[in-house]
């Protein structure tokens, strides 16, 4: 058992070790922390959704007729009629024509990619900068990984080119909005590319679900894609402020994963409340698109103002918003003080990011008023000032 004292050792030595903060209060634009109210810049409540009054009301009122827990995996007794309900809704809200709900967006990844491309003919082309649930995913089928350049098409044309005459099934998997950069995947040229070269197309949208496209509705309704992408991935632990994972697609494609993926037949169904939640949130989304609206202006305005003040914030295009700093030890103490300044803004690191790429990712969210930005922006730019991170 020595060895993880020593990696431990290691991990605090290299400023890779973080503290882990608890909240006391719920998940929100301002939360509780050690005793202290501060401006919370990194969850990805994106619509602020987590601590929503008809959210919480919708759980209560479900609990009362559905209980909790779902008692089994779906194929077996833990398919209830909230599932149901909530797929249908999923697959209409996306303009798919089936979807199916997993116990998150994690599962989501495990549940489509070694199912579609299993074999050790497969071949499965993966962005460098895909997320860790899509690299284990990956690892979980025999397949060929061919990992492509960061959103480069040269690159991936190449690939494909080398690998026209291979047996097996080919799978195209990226992430949608990029987590820790915040650009956006080129989808229409990769569906492009993929079509010529007969490969099946599969988007991870946990960050542009009830963030890009109309509403909210994600990536493939951003760029108009209706069905020209095979799988849409997504979660329901961000923009919908729940918990959950969801692939849409065919009606061929779902009634497969129903009888294949293995977090399908093999992990129980996601709980009563849940569902519930998600079927509320997404009841808020079909509304009206002011939440959206909101988060798009705030994010425009902190990266703008961030920007200016000659913070590096990278290739963003979305509301995430990367204060690239370099050296992990570097980003960890300007999150430390600017904890200490009331603003709540945690420090990523390897392996998260590149080594040398070490950063805070300020998350905005519909959630936070203009005051919040306000405060948000001046104290980035004291602490960042006095510890030279921006002149
Ligand atoms: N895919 C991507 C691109 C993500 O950013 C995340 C969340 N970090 C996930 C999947 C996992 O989602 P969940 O938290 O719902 O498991």
Not at 128 to 150: F, G, P, Q, T
Not at 255 to 276: E, W
Not at 354 to 373: C, E, K, N, V, Y
Request: with cysteine; proline share 3%.
């Amino acid at each position: 058992m020595s060895f993880m004292a020593r990696e431990i050792e290691a991990m605090k030595e290299a400023g890779l070790y973080g503290t882990i903060r608890t909240l006391d209060s719920p998940q929100g634009a301002w939360v509780s922390i050690e005793g202290r109210n501060v401006l919370n810049l990194c969850s990805n409540n994106y619509l602020g959704l987590c601590n929503h009054p008809r959210l919480a009301e919708k759980v209560k009122d479900d609990v009362d007729v559905w209980g909790v827990g779902p008692g089994a995996v779906r194929t077996i007794a833990g398919t209830l009629r909230p599932h149901v309900e909530l797929e249908r809704r999923l697959a209409s809200f996306k303009g798919a024509e089936a979807a199916i709900l997993v116990q998150s967006g994690f599962c989501a990844n495990l549940a489509v990619i070694p199912t579609l491309v299993p074999g050790e003919e497969d071949l499965i082309y993966s962005d460098a900068l895909n997320h860790a649930s899509i690299i284990d995913a990956c690892r979980l089928s025999k397949a060929r990984v061919i990992r492509y350049e960061h959103s480069d098409m040269d690159d991936l044309r190449r690939k494909l080119e080398e690998t026209r005459g291979a047996r097996g099934r080919k799978l195209l998997i990226t992430d949608g909005v990029f987590s820790m950069d915040g650009d956006i995947a080129r989808l229409p040229e990769i569906v492009r590319l993929c079509r010529d070269f007969d490969v099946m197309t599969a988007v991870d949208d946990a960050h542009g679900e009830g963030v890009l496209g109309r509403g909210g509705r994600g990536i493939v309704d951003h760029f108009d894609l209706h069905g020209q992408v095979d799988v849409e991935i997504g979660t329901l632990s961000k923009a919908f402020g729940v918990m959950g994972g969801v692939a849409a697609g065919s009606a061929t494609l779902v009634d497969y994963l129903r009888h294949k993926a293995r977090p399908n037949l093999f992990s129980s169904a996601l709980t009563l409340p849940d569902v519930a939640a998600n079927l509320a949130a997404l009841d808020i989304l079909e509304e009206d698109d002011r939440l959206v609206r909101r988060l798009w202006q705030n994010g425009n305005r902190l990266k703008g103002e961030l920007k200016e003040l000659g913070f590096d914030t990278g290739r963003s295009e979305t509301p995430i918003t990367p204060l690239i700093i370099g050296e992990a030890a570097d980003a960890k103490r300007f999150s430390a003080e600017l904890f200490e300044a009331g603003l709540f803004a945690t420090a990523i690191a390897f392996p998260t990011v590149p080594r040398g790429t070490a950063r805070i990712r300020a998350m905005i969210s519909a959630a936070h008023s203009d005051d919040d930005l306000r405060f948000a922006v001046e104290t980035f730019a004291a602490v960042g000032r006095r510890l030279g991170i921006i002149r």
